[in-house]
């Protein structure tokens, strides 16, 4: 799976948008961007996944670049409970057998 | 999204015991189940791939024999980590994968907080 590279921290205002990048050069084309969080003590969430097109859905948007090499998630309206780590994970259908990698991940602070 | 349960969400035991670790996927059928370990300030990592009706794919580094996995449906994964040690004190996280078509998607559960003692 190819390698993807976050900001270790970022903090966003209450009620602002927080937009979380991710780096990943290395994609293959049939690789999907997956997006998780995890908030303090509980199993990762799952938010979003892409291939080529951005993706909205209730929680967040991912825009995914022409060249497929970043992307960033979108929370539109960041609430105090959005504070977590969020891991941006890419990753082939079938390939490496599903198997997902997390690296460190951004830890995101919703602050009042 | 899907569901994925875990069951016990903490347990505390005492050193040499063996303890079991269900995984359950709620509300769709899963042939493949992955179980993670993280210790505090740790992201996570994991440590074997569960194949419904098959044997169980273990990364490197983690003992077979210690960590006993079982996949006996399309919906229940269980764990049993073997005479367990204070450092086998951690998190352990399951997920289940449901496919759809071409796509897949991987939830996971809550997690199980073990402490050895």
């Known amino acids: 799976d190819a390698k993807t590279t976050q900001p270790t921290s970022m903090d966003c205002a209450e009620g602002r948008a927080a937009n979380l990048p991710c780096n990943h050069s290395t994609i293959s084309g049939n690789e999907y961007v997956y997006w998780y969080r995890q908030i303090h003590s509980q199993g990762p969430q799952y938010i979003i996944h892409?291939?080529?097109n951005n993706e909205t859905n209730e929680m967040a948007s991912l825009i995914i670049t022409e060249d497929r090499k970043s992307s960033t998630l979108i929370l539109p309206h960041a609430t105090l409970r959005d504070t977590a780590v969020y891991y941006c994970?890419?990753?082939?259908?079938?390939?490496?057998?599903?198997?997902?990698?997390f690296g460190d991940g951004t830890t995101l602070t919703v602050k009042p | 999204g899907a569901v994925v349960s875990q069951h016990p969400s903490w347990v505390i035991c005492k050193s040499g015991t063996s303890v079991k670790i269900e995984c359950r996927s709620l509300d769709f059928q899963a042939t493949t189940m992955f179980w993670y370990r993280q210790f505090p300030k740790q992201s996570l990592m994991l440590m074997a791939t569960?194949?419904?009706?098959?044997?169980?794919?273990?990364e490197q580094g983690v003992e077979k024999d210690k960590f006993l996995i079982n996949h006996a449906s399309l919906t229940l994964s269980t764990l049993t980590v073997t005479s367990a040690h204070p450092e086998d004190s951690s998190f352990y996280i399951c997920s289940a994968r449901e496919e759809r078509g071409n796509q897949e998607t991987q939830y996971f559960g809550p997690g199980t907080r073990l402490l050895v003692l």
């Open positions: 569960s194949n419904e009706g098959s044997k169980a794919t273990y």
């Open positions: 892409g291939l080529k």
């Open positions: 994970i890419v990753r082939g259908y079938n390939t490496n057998a599903g198997k997902s990698t």
